[in-house]
């Protein structure tokens, strides 16, 4: 089972709050990912890094930001949340090889 | 940007049919994962293909990578319920990144 973690699994919160969703994971990747997911369509990458402090914008225009000040922790904020933000955000490292190892989600609800 | 199409989008099937989805990039590929997303869970890491022409196999389920590298497509055996979920193919292109690319995905549906 993979050691990729995230939190919080579930969050309500009102517009222009300022969130940041976490993601920490104990298998020592270097390359870490956040997607946004919409239920039952595709993964589209937000942000992506390959090592501490590295990080890179993907192909998805996104008001949000990462961090990657340690290997196992890649923080993802929102400084101003929006109903149109309201989605899942799902982390995942990769190991050399290649395989992702995805954690559960956090399904986020602005309102 | 590059895309990753994947097709069909949906797919019933009876239990014990088979089902095949197949993805298409425009653009050479350096290899290609597959990954299967239960309803209401993340995507898992199923396969991944590297060599033109590859050919894997995992019990029921059987993945190929094209001769050019720029198609791939998974064929499930005689599908069971277990089976249902969404199906992603995730690409990474030649030019060398590790960003990959994921597919539009198809969703499985297996009756009964």
């Known amino acids: 089972e993979a050691d990729i973690y995230q939190t919080p699994r579930y969050l309500v919160i009102g517009t222009g709050k300022k969130i940041t969703l976490e993601c920490s994971q104990t298998?020592?990747?270097?390359?870490m990912y956040w997607y946004q997911q919409d239920p039952g369509m595709e993964l589209h990458l937000i942000h992506y890094s390959y090592g501490v402090n590295s990080t890179e914008k993907g192909d998805l225009s996104s008001e949000s930001t990462v961090s990657r000040i340690r290997t196992e922790h890649f923080p993802l904020t929102l400084e101003s949340a929006r109903p149109s933000h309201t989605s899942q955000y799902l982390c995942a490292s990769r190991e050399v090889q290649g395989s992702a190892f995805f954690g559960q989600g956090t399904r986020l609800t602005v309102v | 940007g590059q895309q990753v199409m994947q097709i069909p989008q949906y797919q019933h099937v009876q239990e014990g049919e088979d089902f095949t989805t197949y993805c298409n990039s425009s653009t050479t590929l350096s290899n290609i994962q597959w990954y299967k997303q239960r309803p209401g869970g993340h995507p898992v890491f199923l396969i991944q293909l590297v060599k033109s022409g590859e050919v894997k196999k995992q019990k029921r389920l059987t993945f190929q990578f094209g001769e050019a590298k720029k198609n791939s497509s998974l064929h499930i055996t005689a599908t069971q319920t277990t089976d249902v979920g969404t199906y992603f193919c995730?690409?990474?292109?030649?030019?060398?990144?590790?960003?990959?690319?994921f597919g539009t995905g198809t969703r499985l549906k297996v009756l009964a």
């Open positions: 298998m020592g990747h270097d390359k």
């Open positions: 995730a690409a990474r292109t030649t030019s060398g990144t590790y960003k990959y690319i």
